[in-house]
């Protein structure tokens, strides 16, 4: 392992950046990025970043600061180098990108007053002690907080990486779970409910800014109606529905009132079309209109949409 110098923190050629481990099993550990400094990631016991672990090649990955330049290279691995969900052979790196090795996600951020004075030798010990720690038979899983990888980018990394698993994420007392194969989202729950369909858990899911995530092992079962969607069709599709259904929730009752039917109705039930009146049915007998989009087999924009329309043409009024 290369030695580093103490580091004077006065001293303007001090790290100004350093590679965080944002999840896995060296999760809180920082190695500094010093000019003309190689750090070679892998397996094997004699380089500058040792990741012990089976998806780490002996020699995975080399990143080098040089004339302010952060470059990175695949030495070849297995499994792959994973820079911002796109895998790579040789790139640049810039503060805020997220690589990807084995089980482990780094960060480039500014570099802490801690790591500068610790260098890699801390780190590293950090590290062993984490090992010593783990119980030999159990996995490495990824984990870590929503503010440091927001869901979109965990699951765009998933993807690109094709890992299979149960990413669990617990978000202000919701507990979601995404069934990856193979980089593919197979379902999705959230709070065990399988009434709510699996696109519309996860496009709720999507808006969850804060909490944690752990990557669980594969759950084997099969799945009577798996969606079995890319990350980006997922994310595409989500990020256009939560837009329009931003907007249209303004429109609408709040979430928390009992819809009614108009009194007295003038309305004719017979111009509804059949989808329409057994929405009509749900609604009026859902104690909140929240429940109502919890229920409804569609997603939350198209309930929010027919919702709208029953209102406008005179079949719902809020109570």
Do not use: C
């Not at 299979?164 to 507990?175: F, H, I, P």
């Not at 039930?269 to 409804?296: I, K, M, Y």
């Amino acid at each position: 392992m290369n030695k580093l110098a103490p580091t004077n923190l006065t001293d303007p050629r001090r790290p100004r950046l350093a590679l965080r481990f944002i999840s896995g099993k060296y999760q809180g550990g920082e190695f500094p990025l010093i000019d003309g400094q190689e750090i070679v990631i892998g397996r094997s016991s004699d380089l500058d970043m040792v990741l012990v672990e089976e998806m780490v090649s002996r020699r995975h990955a080399r990143i080098l600061l040089e004339d302010s330049v952060i470059s990175i290279e695949d030495l070849g691995s297995t499994n792959g180098t994973f820079v911002n969900g796109e895998k790579i052979q040789r790139g640049v790196l810039k503060e805020g990108d997220r690589i990807l090795i084995g089980t482990s996600i780094l960060k480039v951020v500014p570099a802490s007053e801690a790591a500068s004075r610790e260098g890699l030798e801390a780190v590293a010990a950090r590290a062993a002690r984490t090992r010593s720690q783990r119980p030999p038979e159990e996995a490495p899983r990824m984990s870590g907080s929503l503010e440091e990888i927001p869901l979109p980018d965990l699951l765009q990394l998933f993807g690109s990486s094709r890992k299979s698993g149960v990413l669990v994420v617990k978000s202000e007392g919701k507990v979601g779970r995404i069934f990856l194969k193979e980089g593919l989202i197979r379902s999705v729950t959230v709070d065990g409910r399988d009434e709510i369909g699996a696109l519309k858990a996860v496009y709720r899911m999507l808006e969850w800014r804060r909490g944690v995530f752990e990557l669980d092992p594969p759950d084997p079962r099969e799945f009577e109606h798996p969606i079995d969607l890319s990350a980006q069709e997922v994310l595409m599709e989500g990020f256009r529905q939560l837009d329009e259904l931003g907007a249209l929730k303004a429109k609408l009752p709040s979430v928390e009132s009992r819809l009614t039917l108009v009194q007295p109705l003038e309305a004719r039930l017979r111009e509804l079309g059949p989808d329409d009146l057994d929405l009509l049915q749900l609604v009026l007998n859902s104690p909140s209109l929240e429940v109502a989009f919890d229920t409804a087999p569609s997603t939350d924009l198209d309930t929010a949409r027919r919702v709208e329309t029953l209102i406008k043409k005179g079949y719902l009024t809020s109570a």
